[in-house]
């Protein structure tokens, strides 16, 4: 009873924290808004990689920092395994860290 | 040396030579590959503190990773473990004693036949639910501990010793079909240590909203052979930086399932702001036993267990995480206490062309 008391309380917490930040995130400064524009203002191949790159890689982890131009095939050729990315995928997420 | 030779951890570092003459081998093969083909050595290297029921247990822990292609459809990837325990020494005593530890968490060589299929062979991670091979990487998983289910269709080892088929069935703008089908051989060598097993997983994920759903089997082959499923549902919103992925997994004789939600501050300033730099993590967990089983890992009565967590990730790649778990079981409740720092490296084993 005690369990099921402190499940309920902390699911609900966590929903209300995430309504919370939804919401925040909705009314977002208009500095965000334009930098989004920014991004949409960006060349094709990098947009296309951006969105293959954050729908295979980054729902598992965060983007390097940085690393060298030389193993990013290395790179893409580990991702195509690990997370099973198609043809165009994996081309978009090589033009998108090698541009 | 006498004591120690008693110790299977002592073979496995005596294994240490021959795991480095191998990496060595593979990234100088990995030389002849193209200008961005680079042999990589990436990973992560921590220090975690775990305080359980009243004791403190120590881990400084390097968890390397190389990938070296040959040629234009090979890859040779490996990652391996290798830390230090340092735990009380009980019965009485004050101090603390420790024991190393090295193992090679998967070594295999993965060929691109078609862009629809990937034949893996060596030794893998079971491709069951999704936390053995997404989030056991120590700079990738949220919290230090893994899920209470994770023995579930891993089959205990979480590796195995065979061939593995694999690819991206069918990808649209609409939606993605991934699938994974293995077998393992029996093994019991100390690096390579596996159970003889099959299995396979299948998901497929939509992309404009970030919703995965997948469903995995496996069947033990040796022993008393023994059947698990599984399903995962995993949801990332786009544009936001809330995550929910979930598991649920059945045995013969247990089940149990696990939640997690976690939401990086970002929108607080962006994600290098102080604030914009945090994330809170919470995960809920429940087993349920339904007939005793030593074999498969899960708690011996029905347990459930709250985690807590706060992550830090500061500039060049280190991350702090902390957490409190309250777990609730029939044979005990306790508290956890856990706290890591981790440092994620990433470079070419060379300069390059």
Redesign the interface.
Same mark, same amino acid.
């Given at each position: 009873m005690r369990?099921g008391k402190?499940?309920a309380s902390?699911?609900f917490g966590?929903s209300l924290? @995430?309504l919370t930040?939804?919401t /925040?995130?909705l009314a977002?400064p208009a500095s965000?808004q334009s930098e989004k524009q920014d991004k949409n203002a960006r060349p094709q191949p990098v947009r296309d990689g951006d =969105?293959a790159f954050?729908?295979n890689c980054a /729902?598992?982890? &965060?983007a390097?920092?940085s @690393? $060298? $131009?030389?193993?990013?095939?290395?790179?893409v050729?580990?991702m =195509?395994? /690990?997370a099973?990315?198609?043809?165009?995928?994996?081309r978009a997420i090589?033009k998108f860290l &090698?541009p | 040396m006498s004591h120690l030779s008693h110790c299977p951890a002592f073979y496995a570092i005596r294994r240490i030579p021959v795991a480095v003459a191998l990496i060595v081998t593979v990234a100088l093969l990995g030389q002849y590959?193209?200008?961005?083909?680079?042999?990589?050595i990436s990973g992560g290297i921590g220090f975690f503190s775990n305080t359980n029921g009243g004791n403190t247990t120590y881990l400084p822990v390097l968890s390397p990773v190389l990938?070296?292609?040959i040629g234009p459809r090979l890859?040779v990837?490996s990652r391996a473990t290798i830390l230090e325990t340092f735990f009380p020494k009980g019965g009485g005593q004050i101090g603390y004693t420790s024991a190393p530890f090295l193992g090679i968490d998967y070594l295999q060589g993965?060929f691109?036949v078609s862009?629809h299929l990937?034949v893996?062979a060596g030794e893998f991670l079971t491709p069951f639910g999704t936390y053995n091979? #997404?989030?056991t990487?120590i700079?990738?998983g949220n919290f230090e501990d893994g899920p209470l289910i994770f023995g579930l269709g891993t089959m205990n080892t979480a590796m195995g010793v065979g061939g593995m088929l #694999?690819?991206?069935a069918v990808?649209t703008p609409k939606y993605?079909v991934?699938?994974?089908a293995y077998f393992s051989a029996r093994s019991t060598n100390q690096q390579f240590n596996s159970q003889r097993s099959s299995g396979g997983q299948a998901s497929i994920?939509f992309?404009e909203t970030g919703l995965e759903f997948g469903a995995s089997y496996g069947r033990r082959l040796q022993d008393t052979q023994q059947s698990f499923f599984g399903f995962h549902v995993?949801w990332?919103p786009?544009d936001?930086p809330? #995550?929910l992925r979930s598991e649920y997994a059945h045995g013969e004789h247990s089940q149990g399932y696990w939640i997690e939600?976690d939401?990086r501050?970002s929108?607080?300033g962006g994600p290098t702001s102080t604030i914009g730099r945090l994330e809170?993590v919470?995960r809920?967990q429940q087993t349920f036993r339904n007939s005793p089983d030593s074999t498969d890992g899960l708690p011996s009565a029905d347990t459930?267990r709250?985690d807590f967590g706060l992550d830090y990730?500061f500039?060049?790649?280190v991350r702090i995480d902390s957490s409190y778990s309250?777990q609730?079981s029939s044979t005990g409740n306790r508290n956890v206490w856990e706290t890591g720092i981790v440092y #994620?490296f990433?470079?070419?084993t060379w300069?390059?062309?």
């Amino acid at each position: 009873m005690r369990t099921g008391k402190l499940l309920a309380s902390c699911l609900f917490g966590a929903s209300l924290l @995430f309504l919370t930040l939804q919401t /925040r995130s909705l009314a977002a400064p208009a500095s965000a808004q334009s930098e989004k524009q920014d991004k949409n203002a960006r060349p094709q191949p990098v947009r296309d990689g951006d =969105r293959a790159f954050r729908q295979n890689c980054a /729902r598992c982890h &965060n983007a390097p920092e940085s @690393f $060298p $131009p030389q193993i990013s095939g290395t790179i893409v050729r580990h991702m =195509r395994v /690990r997370a099973s990315l198609s043809r165009e995928d994996e081309r978009a997420i090589l033009k998108f860290l &090698n541009p | 040396m006498s004591h120690l030779s008693h110790c299977p951890a002592f073979y496995a570092i005596r294994r240490i030579p021959v795991a480095v003459a191998l990496i060595v081998t593979v990234a100088l093969l990995g030389q002849y590959a193209g200008a961005q083909d680079t042999p990589l050595i990436s990973g992560g290297i921590g220090f975690f503190s775990n305080t359980n029921g009243g004791n403190t247990t120590y881990l400084p822990v390097l968890s390397p990773v190389l990938a070296a292609p040959i040629g234009p459809r090979l890859l040779v990837e490996s990652r391996a473990t290798i830390l230090e325990t340092f735990f009380p020494k009980g019965g009485g005593q004050i101090g603390y004693t420790s024991a190393p530890f090295l193992g090679i968490d998967y070594l295999q060589g993965d060929f691109l036949v078609s862009p629809h299929l990937t034949v893996v062979a060596g030794e893998f991670l079971t491709p069951f639910g999704t936390y053995n091979e #997404r989030l056991t990487p120590i700079w990738i998983g949220n919290f230090e501990d893994g899920p209470l289910i994770f023995g579930l269709g891993t089959m205990n080892t979480a590796m195995g010793v065979g061939g593995m088929l #694999r690819g991206s069935a069918v990808s649209t703008p609409k939606y993605s079909v991934d699938y994974a089908a293995y077998f393992s051989a029996r093994s019991t060598n100390q690096q390579f240590n596996s159970q003889r097993s099959s299995g396979g997983q299948a998901s497929i994920y939509f992309p404009e909203t970030g919703l995965e759903f997948g469903a995995s089997y496996g069947r033990r082959l040796q022993d008393t052979q023994q059947s698990f499923f599984g399903f995962h549902v995993w949801w990332e919103p786009i544009d936001s930086p809330f #995550r929910l992925r979930s598991e649920y997994a059945h045995g013969e004789h247990s089940q149990g399932y696990w939640i997690e939600t976690d939401y990086r501050l970002s929108h607080f300033g962006g994600p290098t702001s102080t604030i914009g730099r945090l994330e809170p993590v919470f995960r809920m967990q429940q087993t349920f036993r339904n007939s005793p089983d030593s074999t498969d890992g899960l708690p011996s009565a029905d347990t459930q267990r709250a985690d807590f967590g706060l992550d830090y990730h500061f500039a060049h790649e280190v991350r702090i995480d902390s957490s409190y778990s309250r777990q609730f079981s029939s044979t005990g409740n306790r508290n956890v206490w856990e706290t890591g720092i981790v440092y #994620r490296f990433l470079f070419p084993t060379w300069k390059g062309k």
